[in-house]
């Protein structure tokens, strides 16, 4: 490279260097190469990168990174690589609640050569266990310091849009290559370089003044199963008999992981 071609200031470099690491992309690159690199030791290997998506009313996007397991047939990963770095997202845990879980809520498509095709949300059980939580705080100040930012809850909700559009992608391809009984299972991810940590705490002892609950334990975690009412709409084989059944149908698994774990 000609020295004119370089940055002619140190001032410039880093200029170069913030606009670059904001940009997410050097992040996004730095997971799938992790991924790679270590695919022998936990058997994910990388099935398609920056993969669009659009759905019939007119979302759509991009899909960061999606992984398929080579031990489970048709089980996928489907992640947002998300850098914010000096972002801490506070996850609440009611004492009332079980500290790990196994379980998550993830998309199932079935594809039989004779009848129409079979989806939905439905319950799997994967290791290792984590925190289950319905509600996050994230520290806004510090999101703002890196591109701005996102609600948790809009990240989740694109990436599970994203995660129907390529299980329907999925359909459409069989129907061009027919097999028997196909099926796939999509799992949500989303994968920081922010700092996640749980706050457990009595209801009870919520101050009904400034709303801050007495003795509250905080506890720095690595991953977290953020399970939410994240769909508007209910899967064609629910059976809802009343609101209660109809908002659980609609809850979604995202996993939350710290990118150093």
Not at 61 to 70: A, K
Not at 117 to 139: I, K, M, N, Y
Not at 172 to 195: D, S
């Amino acid at each position: 490279t000609h020295p004119l071609d370089r940055p002619r200031s140190t001032h410039a470099t880093h200029r170069l260097r913030k606009l670059l690491g904001t940009s997410g992309f050097p992040f996004q690159l730095a997971v799938e190469q992790l991924i790679r690199d270590t695919s022998k030791t936990h058997g994910w290997t990388i099935a398609t990168r920056e993969h669009p998506w659009r759905r019939s009313n007119g979302d759509c996007g991009f899909l960061d990174l999606v992984p398929e397991n080579e031990t489970w047939d048709a089980v996928y990963l489907v992640i947002e690589a998300k850098l914010q770095r000096s972002q801490t997202c506070l996850f609440l845990q009611p004492q009332r609640e079980r500290d790990a879980q196994t379980r998550i809520r993830s998309r199932w498509t079935y594809q039989s050569m004779s009848e129409p095709a079979l989806w939905g949300w439905d319950e799997w059980s994967t290791e290792p266990a984590s925190h289950e939580c319905e509600f996050a705080v994230v520290d806004k100040n510090h999101g703002q310091q890196d591109g701005g930012q996102q609600s948790l809850e809009a990240i989740a909700r694109e990436l599970l849009s994203g995660v129907d559009a390529l299980a329907e992608e999925e359909l459409k391809l069989a129907a061009t290559f027919p097999w028997p009984n196909q099926h796939w299972v999509h799992i949500p991810m989303i994968v920081t370089a922010g700092q996640l940590w749980v706050t457990k705490f009595d209801p009870r002892e919520v101050s009904l003044e400034d709303g801050v609950p007495r003795n509250a334990e905080f506890t720095k975690v690595p991953m977290v199963r953020f399970r939410r009412t994240l769909a508007t709409e209910i899967a064609p084989l629910a059976q809802a008999r009343h609101a209660e059944e109809a908002r659980a149908d609609q809850e979604r698994t995202v996993l939350i992981v710290d990118v150093r774990h």
